[in-house]
């Protein structure tokens, strides 16, 4: 999956990303949740009022609740973090991150 939503983020259509992400989300591992909001903050034009992103943003925030920090990985958490805060994203799903 990461190669995939890699490929997405080269080509700056933040919708495919999400629109991967919706079809693919059962899938997802703390890896994908991670690679993705990366690959969103590179993006400069990434409407973040889109119901679909913020759906993602809310099943990121459950999942870190659910699995927690340990599980969901050092690294993975940093990028997290980093891409929330390079999108400037204050919002109620990204205040439980």
């Given at each position: ?21 919706k079809r693919e989300r059962e899938y997802f ?69």
């Open positions: 999956l990461n190669k995939q939503i890699i490929d997405l983020g080269r080509k700056q259509n933040w919708n495919e990303i999400l629109l991967f992400y591992n703390n890896v994908n949740f991670a690679t993705t909001i990366s690959q969103l903050g590179r993006i400069r034009n990434v409407n973040r009022m889109d119901q679909l992103f913020i759906s993602f943003l809310d099943d990121l925030a459950n999942q870190l609740e659910e699995r927690g920090m340990e599980a969901m990985g050092v690294r993975q958490i940093a990028n997290i973090v980093h891409a929330i805060g390079k999108m400037h994203l204050k919002n109620a799903c990204t205040r439980r991150i």
